[in-house]
């Protein structure tokens, strides 16, 4: 009897490889690659039965004789593998692949009587004739009693902090006995400012107790050939802070399974996604991309055509709408879920929370500004004592300062070196975001991904202006006209964006007027109406406690429509201090309810599954489309 390691090793020489020795005693289940690769070593031995006819013809029996033997030998070989796949499931279901068995047992039968025949001088073809009407039954049984047992599916996530977008995929495939699951976090890169790479960094020591991590450098992907891979980084080598290690770019990891599947690390506030993102080598050379919601895969297909076109499939059948994972973590998952150290839980008694989420972008487009105003913040919680600061920068701040900031990179380490010494404030650069979004009473920072997240919480959101970088700031205003009943403004809210609105002087009530290009504000038809002078903008500084609040926390209900509705923007009369205020406020408390279920509405339209299922439905899909 042939032995293990022999089996293997000759299967492997045969095509690409099964299994490493380490590994085969884990694979005692049918998969589908398994099965399609033994009909593979089938049609091997129907090409070798054509070439005896061959031999016959030409009577080179020595060399016929050889071939025999050959086939024999693969057929032993074939029978081992499938013995060795079975016999474990055979035991607890009665399951038998008897059948193909004997068939191969009758095909040796058959290739000995072969040769008996073919070497006599009045023998015809008949036997191998006979040889290859029973490699048909032997195909025929493969196909019929050897049916997959299980899928194997492998995700690889990078950093620990974005393995949200995967868990609830995980959870849903890990849960199916017909499934094994593998979650084999991989080793990146920093990329030095002359895009060479940096660092290496692997962080599967930061995942969750409850996750079984595969050490990357003991699960081949290239031998094991999982039914579907996972991923969440799309960018192979495009992206200019970090990369994955190169043997888990998407355009190399396709052509290890039939099944590459990329769910994006992000999610979007609202329909469409940037060109960057549908045009990434991870939607170029994934067989699936999971979106969020039907309006987004729209968005993908249309510029997917116009960058891509059909060349790696058809985008209509590679995007699939069915949400995201990271919005099922946010619903499925309470505050009582997370656990705090004891430090910060010694912090917060008594006090809200608001969650300072500082990103990419700031970094990139603010420069030194930013940092200016990274201070100020800072200095604006810490004169506080009934709010605790709870600060998240975006985990690659310091790679994206060591590579397109670097004359900045000193500057910001002494920040954060500071605030972290001085242990008034929680600074967490965990991979749990959900916590901090659990617990926090309110949302701070920039625009990004984790604003429609924040906001099925249904709690008040803020989004910073790194221009305002003092409290009673009126330098943001532009003109103002005093009709005599109102006051009508405009404000800068960036440096693209400026806004209308008029102050009810007699009620002190604040109104929404609308926004337009910052070019409109010089023009004749307003200048010409602005009646300005220095005690005219005092005045209006002195007054803005009465008037902001007013406005601010009588927003509408009725009025919040889209994510964009639920935001709250930080500008001259919307300042940081006035939505701490109204955080730790229990005025209006009937408005903050219906504000806060309306948020929740809100956000939830803009996702498939808001019910917390994507990552069952996306399992379920997937597994659906490796099983054809």
Same mark, same amino acid.
């Given at each position: ?68 033997? =050959? ?60 040889? $290859? ?23 690889? &996530? ?30 990146? %890169?920093?990329? /030095? ?25 003991? %699960?081949? *992907?290239?031998?094991?050939? &999982? ?12 992206? %200019?802070?970090?990369?994955? !290690? ?11 399974? =039939?099944?590459?599947? %990329? ?9 469409? *996604? ?10 170029? !050379? ?17 510029? #997917? ?48 929370? +608001?969650? #300072? /989420? ?36 975006? &985990? ?17 380490? /002494? ?12 600074? =967490? ?20 991904? @984790?604003?429609? @997240? ?9 989004? $910073? ?5 003092? =409290? ?24 693209? !964006? ?40 005092? /005045?209006?500084?002195? *007054? ?12 509408? &209900? ?23 205020? !109204? ?18 509405? +809100? ?26």
């Amino acid at each position: 009897m042939i032995n293990e390691g022999r089996s293997i090793e000759i299967l492997r020489d045969a095509k690409h490889g099964v299994c490493t020795r380490q590994q085969a005693f884990v694979r005692k289940f049918m998969r589908k690659y398994h099965q399609k690769m033994i009909l593979e070593l089938l049609k091997s031995l129907e090409e070798a039965t054509d070439n005896l006819k061959k031999l016959f013809s030409k009577k080179e029996f020595q060399a016929l004789t050889n071939l025999l033997a =050959d086939c024999q030998e693969s057929a032993v070989q074939i029978g081992q593998f499938i013995e060795q796949l079975e016999g474990e499931q055979e035991q607890k279901t009665q399951r038998t692949s008897r059948t193909t068995i004997a068939y191969l047992e009758e095909y040796c039968e058959l290739l000995y009587l072969a040769n008996e025949e073919l070497n006599k001088p009045e023998s015809g073809a008949g036997p191998i004739k006979k040889l $290859q009407k029973q490699i048909i039954k032997i195909e025929e049984s493969v196909k019929s009693d050897l049916k997959p047992d299980k899928i194997e599916i492998v995700f690889f &996530p990078y950093k620990a902090s974005m393995w949200d977008s995967l868990e609830s995929i995980w959870l849903a495939a890990k849960d199916d006995p017909a499934c094994d699951a593998y979650v084999v976090p991989i080793p990146y %890169y920093d990329k /030095n400012p002359d895009g060479a790479f940096g660092q290496m960094h692997y962080e599967g020591d930061k995942y969750p107790d409850y996750v079984p991590v595969v050490d990357w450098q003991k %699960y081949n *992907v290239e031998e094991r050939r &999982p039914d579907a891979v996972f991923i969440h980084n799309p960018y192979d080598g495009g992206n %200019y802070v970090t990369s994955v !290690h190169q043997d888990y770019y998407a355009e190399r990891l396709k052509g290890f399974t =039939d099944c590459l599947v %990329y769910v994006p690390y992000f999610v979007v506030g609202g329909y469409t *996604v940037d060109e960057n993102f549908a045009a990434a080598a991870g939607c170029v !050379h994934a067989h699936k991309v999971i979106t969020q919601s039907e309006k987004v895969r729209e968005s993908y297909i249309k510029t #997917y055509k116009k960058l891509i076109g059909n060349a790696q499939g058809k985008p209509e059948e590679k995007f699939i709408a069915l949400g995201s994972p990271k919005f099922d973590a946010v619903i499925n998952k309470k505050r009582e879920d997370f656990k705090m150290p004891d430090e910060w839980v010694k912090m917060i008694a008594g006090k809200k929370i +608001v969650l #300072y /989420n500082t990103s990419l972008n700031a970094i990139l487009k603010g420069d030194g500004k930013y940092l200016e105003k990274l201070r100020w913040v800072i200095e604006t919680f810490k004169g506080r004592d009934d709010i605790v600061l709870w600060w998240r920068p975006h &985990p690659l701040s310091e790679s994206t300062y060591k590579s397109m900031r670097s004359h900045l990179l000193e500057e910001y380490i /002494n920040i954060v070196g500071e605030y972290k010494r001085q242990g008034w404030g929680i600074y =967490d650069d965990t991979s749990d975001l959900h916590r901090a979004i659990a617990w926090s009473d309110g949302y701070y920072g920039t625009t990004g991904s @984790l604003l429609p @997240l924040y906001a099925c919480y249904g709690k008040p959101l803020m989004v $910073q202006n790194i221009s305002i970088i003092r =409290d009673n700031n009126c330098s943001d205003l532009g003109n103002i006209y005093d009709d005599g009943d109102n006051y009508w403004i405009v404000a800068m809210w960036d440096i693209s !964006h400026v806004i209308l609105f008029k102050i009810d002087k007699r009620h002190n009530q604040t109104e929404y007027i609308g926004g337009f290009p910052k070019e409109i504000v010089n023009t004749q038809w307003l200048s010409e109406k602005v009646k300005v002078s220095g005690g005219n903008i005092q /005045n209006l500084c002195k *007054v803005e406690d009465k008037i902001v609040p007013n406005w601010f926390l009588v927003k509408n &209900p009725d009025m919040v429509n889209n994510i964009s509705d639920c935001l709250y923007r930080e500008f001259v009369f919307c300042k940081l201090s006035d939505f701490l205020n !109204h955080i730790v406020s229990d005025e209006t408390i009937e408005n903050k309810t219906a504000l806060r279920s309306k948020r929740m509405d +809100v956000a939830r339209q803009i996702i498939e599954n808001a019910d917390g299922t994507c990552g069952i439905k996306t399992y379920e899909y997937v597994k659906s489309e490796v099983s054809k």
